[in-house]
């Protein structure tokens, strides 16, 4: 079986030559699969240096955005042809191998750059239909319109697709690790990014990817292992289709930018470790199954960010309740599968705290099997010691447990009038995630 993978990945910002293609085993390890090439200069460097770093990409299974200045969208609509040939001579030089996903096109245009990059993406498009142009926006935060050249975000968003011809929305936001106020306003505008930009790749049909914090800098704290599992789960359940982070290597020390997952020093942190944990295990419980699901809806439970629906007792079709015995906030999202198949994500919405949440389901369901981490042999079960509840292989190459099964503290039972309630133990940012037969 070819399992599928989720992809992950990171901005790279270090120039050629700054280390040498040994640095694609720490994207490996880090878990990361699709990534930002290093720099390339066409006036400094060599291409051979960066298709070597795309050939031991290929060997390894990663694709990588190119970081080519010359693919950057500056003059794309003031100068097309101009724009074209220049974009030739990319294409001449690594337009071809298979690790290319596509190339940079720019990062957070506002107001007159606008012009520039759609047509630097239609450019693209029109000169390489087989790889991917990738542009990176701004947050989205009320009031932004003076960015966007007066438009409302919602137009605004629709008409750069339709003239671009973009294939993916990108944006970063990183207020999530703003110190905690009354209010959880970073928070807040954490989930009103993923609300919009969420609602605006659904309706112009495109992916979404988000870009997460793996560097402390400004007001935003240096990110421990549960910031790091709470940005990638709160990121997928809320139906994103790719995330990366910002950044892996440090850039020239400046700021108060700090302990980067591969640091000032060229080591490895704390951070890096942490993400290579929070990636590979993410990558062998549901790594295989959320490219095959599609987003359907996202709720939020005893308290709710970013324009996101409250759940109200008893009100949601599927969804009849959520509590939590530690008054911690939930995440719950529902996916399907080509086949119709429904998935439940729930997601521990508390960056700081553990917590035991009962998650009650109408009685239309009538079974529930948790995606379970397969580090047993399922064939054999040997961890469960056999019996009616042991884990069982799924089509997708994952591992599922049927609930109903004494599933690890879960408390599974049925109601007299066939309620579902299931529990979970959940660490900050912790997600299970169910599979629900009617």
């Known amino acids: 079986m070819n399992r599928k993978v989720f992809p992950l990945g990171f901005w790279n910002y270090a120039k050629l030559g700054m280390y040498g293609t040994e640095a ?12 930002m090439s290093p720099r390339f200069e066409a006036e400094e460097d060599d291409p051979k ?3 070597a770093f795309l050939d031991e990409c290929e060997k390894r299974g990663i694709r990588l955005v190119v970081d080519d200045q010359r693919a950057s969208w500056i003059g794309a609509s003031t100068d097309p042809e101009g724009y074209k040939e220049r974009f030739g001579r990319v294409l001449a030089d690594f337009g071809s191998h298979p690790a290319v996903f596509g ?13 520039d990059a759609k047509a630097a993406i239609r450019l693209q498009r029109e000169c390489a239909p ?81 870009s997460d914090l793996a560097v402390g800098h400004f007001r935003y704290r240096c990110p421990k292992e549960d910031d790091l599992r709470w940005q990638l789960t709160t990121s997928v ?40 944990r929070v990636q ?25 960010y970013g324009g996101y629906p409250l759940l109200r007792w008893n009100s949601h079709p599927i969804v009849k309740n959520l509590t939590c015995d530690h008054h911690l906030p939930a995440l719950i999202s529902l996916f399907r599968a080509d086949d119709g198949t429904k998935y439940l994500a729930l997601v521990n919405n508390s960056q700081t705290e553990s917590g035991y949440f009962h ?22 079960n040997s961890a469960f010691g056999g019996g009616c509840h042991k884990v069982q292989a799924t089509p997708w190459g994952g591992a599922e447990v049927n609930c109903r099964y004494n599933d690890v503290c879960n408390a599974f039972s049925v109601a007299e009038d066939g309620t579902v309630h299931n529990g979970a133990w959940l660490a900050p940012g912790q997600m299970e995630v169910y599979r629900l037969v009617f």
């Open 24 to 35: 694609v085993q720490d994207w490996q390890d880090c878990g990361m699969n699709l990534c």
């Open 49 to 51: 240096q960066l298709i």
């Open 103 to 115: 190339f940079y096109v720019g990062d957070e245009p506002s107001g007159a750059q606008l012009a």
């Open 130 to 210: 087989h790889l991917t142009p990738f542009i990176n926006f701004n947050p989205y935060s009320d009031g932004n319109e003076k960015h966007l050249n007066g438009q409302d975000f919602d137009s605004w968003i629709d008409d750069f697709v339709r003239e671009s011809g973009l294939q993916l929305l990108s944006y970063d936001r990183y207020s999530q690790l703003n110190p905690h106020d009354e209010v959880n306003s970073g928070i807040d505008e954490y989930y009103k990014s993923l609300n919009r930009f969420s609602a605006a790749a659904k309706r112009n049909h495109v992916p979404l990817w988000v």
């Open 237 to 276: 359940a809320s139906g994103a289709d790719c995330v990366w982070w910002f950044f892996m290597y440090m850039r020239t020390c400046r700021i108060n930018y700090r302990v980067a997952p591969i640091d000032e020093l060229g080591e490895k942190t704390e951070t890096y470790h942490w993400l290579s």
């Open 280 to 304: 590979r295990s993410f990558q062998q419980q549901f790594g295989g199954l959320f490219p095959l699901l599609t987003h359907e809806e996202s709720l939020h439970a005893l308290r709710a």
């Open 359 to 380: 998650l009650l389901l109408q009685p239309c369901v009538k079974e529930m099997y948790r995606v379970a981490f397969s580090m047993f042999d399922t064939r054999t």
